[in-house]
């Protein structure tokens, strides 16, 4: 008769799981607010710690202000954070497994001094995942695409009804696992999104953005609990 014991049998278990549905052994990395704004940043403005949150704030000539993670991630992943739009335009955009063209998982910044249209055309140059919500200020709904290249999306969905308010608290979770990629808002499935071929991996970047034009606000918001758990 064969036995088995109770490790046998649990790396028999795992092993099918991880066949049949692609899961694989996590780390968990979780980031202080101090952690966070030490994180490279890139265009106009500042982040701060106040009453353990990180304060990330736009300031004068501001165009966008971009927090980069200084690592990169490969494989699954699950990113949970807490957030507060503290202006009433606060769009709050997340890149995650962004890089450069090819093979690698890293990309080059663009110069200090570039324009917002030579900052947008860097963006397109990226491979990345784009979640983009809270951006009524903008006259826009909550969109998420995959960007291929300059000339090329995997995807792109769209919301009909805008998900967030000012000076609420909201919990975040993106989940990259397999072939499947959900974003979640309090719980609520906000995109559920299947991609044959998804990105091998790269950084993750947070990005606010608030109005120019007449009536100029500048995007300022707040964040807690940040967790990746990652392979």
Same mark, same amino acid.
């Given at each position: 008769?064969?036995?088995?014991n109770?490790? *046998?049998c649990?790396?028999?278990? %795992?092993?099918? #799981?991880?066949? @049949?549905?692609g899961?694989? @052994?996590q /780390?968990?990395t979780?980031? %202080?607010p101090?952690?966070?704004?030490? &994180?490279p940043?890139?265009g106009?403005g500042k982040s701060?710690v106040?009453? !353990?949150?990180l304060?990330?704030?736009?300031? !004068? +000539?501001? !165009?966008?202000?971009?927090?980069? %993670?200084?690592?990169?991630?490969? +494989?699954d992943?699950?990113?949970?954070?807490?957030?507060?739009?503290?202006?009433?335009?606060?769009?709050?955009?997340?890149?995650f497994?962004?890089?450069g @063209?090819g093979e *690698?998982?890293?990309f080059?910044l663009p110069?200090?001094?570039?324009?917002?249209r030579?900052? &947008?055309? &860097?963006r397109?140059?990226?491979e990345?995942y784009?979640?983009?919500?809270?951006?009524i200020s903008h006259?826009? =709904?909550?969109?998420f695409?995959?960007?291929?290249?300059p000339?090329e999306m995997g995807f792109r969905? /769209?919301q009909q009804e805008?998900v967030m308010?000012?000076?609420?608290w909201?919990?975040? @979770?993106?989940?990259?696992?397999?072939t499947?990629i959900? #974003?979640?808002l309090? /719980?609520?499935?906000?995109f !559920?999104v299947?991609?044959?071929?998804p990105? =091998? +991996?790269?950084?993750l970047?947070?990005?606010i953005s608030?109005t120019n +034009?007449s009536?100029?606000? #500048?995007a300022?918001a707040?964040?807690?609990d940040?967790?990746?758990?990652h392979q």
């Open positions: 008769m064969l036995r088995l109770i490790q *046998t649990a790396l028999i278990i %795992s092993s099918f #799981f991880i066949a @049949q549905y899961l694989a @052994q /780390n968990e979780r980031f %202080s101090k952690e966070l704004a030490a &994180w940043t890139y106009i701060t106040e009453n !353990d949150e304060i990330v704030e736009e300031t !004068d +000539g501001s !165009d966008g202000f971009f927090l980069i %993670s200084p690592e990169a991630y490969t +494989g992943m699950t990113l949970t954070y807490k957030v507060k739009a503290l202006s009433e335009s606060s769009v709050q955009i997340v890149l497994s962004a890089s @063209q *690698t998982l890293d080059d110069p200090a001094d570039a324009t917002p030579e900052v &947008w055309n &860097w397109t140059t990226l990345h784009n979640l983009t919500f809270n951006n006259g826009n =709904k909550p969109f695409f995959k960007n291929i290249s000339s969905h /769209n805008n308010e000012p000076e609420a909201y919990d975040v @979770q993106i989940d990259k696992i397999g499947q959900t #974003f979640r309090n /719980n609520k499935v906000v !559920d299947k991609d044959h071929e990105l =091998k +991996g790269g950084h970047m947070f990005r608030g +034009g009536k100029i606000i #500048f300022k707040a964040y807690k940040v967790v990746l758990k």
